[in-house]
């Protein structure tokens, strides 16, 4: 289709019969509740009114946003409460759920995961709705999830497992088991809003950690059907939440020096802006998924059928949003005008339309100001020299912003060094590597790259050259997080500690050791202990 401003403004529903049945609006979710000390408690005061992406087309051609529910925004005296009650949950380490042993924890996590699974229904609709996410997206994210916290359990056993032994070194009798960290703040991202807030939360909570749980703005909602199976799982102040603007209730949350772990996904303007809040800054740690403007390299022997298709997907897998994206092309000149014109032609493949839509490619963004800044870019670009290289690219219905193909950009254009995040394709040309090399070395991010090339010694000697300067090499294939397994980290300002199912368990507690001079006395005491389970962390009982 010819695309326009009109032929998107046509693939929004005129009203709601227009929408599947199994799709359409869910009732208004009003919410009033939040997770305080073990119970949900109404708030009287301001709220936030959710629109989704998704709005009505009207008769007269313009679109009209549709309210999808509200939720608290709660004040600074009511968020220093929910800390309070984390921090006599934890107990300075002697609460019960820091001291219980570690398959308890991982009973109530299963348990909570039984009771979210029954939600899946609710959970990836409000997903839809308040996002814009695709219905396949929004299904696979909760089943993504849902698999993420079995794997962190499996990944706890194993590693509880390989601690119930004792260790004896140099006469000295020792036991090393990980133990919790204290009060966790957890701020999640609005892209991944349920997976990578619970990539957090999950190892976090099951290493004996409290929480302190704040929603991402877009994606709130969503949360909502979860708060009673957190009051149901877990112990009486474990996991609290607070709704509200950030910049009115998390600085309190941090000057106050009562969190001990500030786990945040978003950008680094922001984390650098909280570290510095905190009057400890030795004692907080930081686990932080932060910006990232990954950089593709694509040499001249490259498999252009490989490439183009990893760079669609990588450059625009739910509309460019994601932090692991492709969000700047190096193409070498021989092949740039070849690469741009196929590419070009991939991209105008692509389905713009609702997130109910079958095999839908590009949906409303969430964030209102995002295709004015979107806007801004390309106009940037093209008064630099750029130019839109594919039919309809930029184009924007309200929220609904098909993806822009721009080349050739150079240094000194917004998108040269800004993160877009969303459905713009910035291409540069190269003449030699070293200039895509050096780019990547003044970059104040370093979380991954691609390289698409087919001689191995030139592979090999990026590879060598790029390993340290960010956290992952991708070869001819598109940057992304998975397999979960696998670290995900970043350097520069691209991340702090490392996520991944085992990493994460890790990055949530610390390594803890009880020891004793081998004598026959102390010999009897562990034995006693042990053998009468007096102790939920001196133990060699093995879960299976």
């Not at 929004?12 to 359409?24: K, L, Y």
């Not at 929603?215 to 957190?230: D, E, N, S, T």
């Not at 090999?460 to 980290?489: E, K, M, W, Y």
């Amino acid at each position: 289709m010819s695309v326009t401003t009109e032929s998107l403004t046509q693939l929004f529903p005129p009203d709601e019969a227009a929408i599947p049945e199994a799709w359409r609006r869910p009732t208004p979710l009003h919410q009033r509740q939040y997770l305080l000390d073990g119970e949900l408690r109404e708030w009287n005061g301001p709220t936030q009114e959710v629109l989704s992406p998704i709005q009505l087309r009207q008769p007269d051609g313009t679109l009209q946003p549709v309210v999808i529910g509200s939720y608290p925004l709660l004040d600074e005296a009511e968020s220093l409460k929910a800390l309070d009650a984390a921090v006599r949950a934890y107990d300075h380490g002697r609460g019960e759920w820091p001291t219980m042993s570690v398959a308890a924890r991982i009973a109530a996590v299963e348990k909570f995961t039984r009771l979210i699974v029954a939600q899946k229904k609710e959970i990836v609709q409000l997903l839809l709705w308040e996002i814009g996410k695709s219905a396949a997206d929004s299904e696979k994210e909760f089943d993504r999830t849902v698999d993420y916290i079995r794997n962190t359990i499996d990944a706890l056993k194993d590693l509880d497992r390989d601690s119930s032994r004792f260790t004896i070194e140099e006469g000295i009798i020792g036991q090393i088991r990980r133990s919790p960290l204290g009060v966790v703040l957890c701020m999640g991202p609005f892209n991944y809003p349920l997976n990578e807030t619970f990539c957090m939360l999950i190892p976090a909570l099951i290493m004996g950690n409290t929480v302190l749980f704040k929603p991402p703005k877009h994606g709130a909602l969503l949360h909502f059907p979860l708060l009673q199976a957190f009051t149901e799982a877990f112990p009486k102040g474990v996991v609290n939440t607070v709704y509200g603007r950030g910049n009115t209730i998390v600085p309190a949350l941090m000057s106050s020096g009562k969190i001990d772990v500030l786990g945040l996904i978003g950008s680094s303007r922001v984390a650098d802006s909280l570290k510095k809040l905190h009057p400890k800054s030795n004692r907080l740690r930081a686990i932080l998924g932060l910006d990232a403007k990954n950089v593709a390299i694509v040499m001249p022997d490259a498999d252009l059928d490989v490439a183009v298709k990893e760079s669609v997907l990588g450059a625009l897998s739910f509309n460019g949003q994601r932090c692991t994206a492709l969000k700047l092309f190096f193409v070498h000149e021989t092949i740039a005008e070849e690469f741009v014109q196929r590419l070009g032609d991939e991209i105008n493949k692509l389905k713009p339309g609702m997130p109910w839509d079958e095999k839908v490619n590009i949906t409303p963004l969430p964030e209102p100001q995002k295709p004015g800044y979107l806007a801004e870019c390309l106009a940037d670009a093209q008064a630099k020299g750029a130019r839109i290289m594919n039919e309809g690219g930029g184009t924007a219905a309200g929220p609904l912003v098909y993806p822009a193909l721009v080349y050739p950009v150079q240094e000194g254009m917004k998108m040269w060094r800004e993160e877009q995040f969303g459905p713009i394709v910035p291409v540069a040309s190269f003449s030699h590597v070293d200039e895509a090399i050096q780019y990547i070395i003044d970059s104040d991010h370093g979380q991954q790259v691609s390289i698409f090339g087919s001689k191995s010694q030139e592979v090999a000697h990026l590879v060598d050259q790029l390993v340290n300067q960010v956290s992952r090499v991708n070869i001819n294939a598109q940057c992304q997080r998975g397999p979960d397994t696998f670290p995900f980290t970043g350097r520069k300002d691209s991340a702090e500690g490392t996520l991944s199912v085992n990493d994460a368990l890790r990055s949530f507690s610390i390594r803890t050791v009880v020891a004793t001079k081998q004598t026959e006395a102390n010999k009897q005491i562990l034995n006693e202990i042990v053998d009468g389970q007096e102790s939920s962390f001196l133990s060699t009982r093995f879960i299976l």
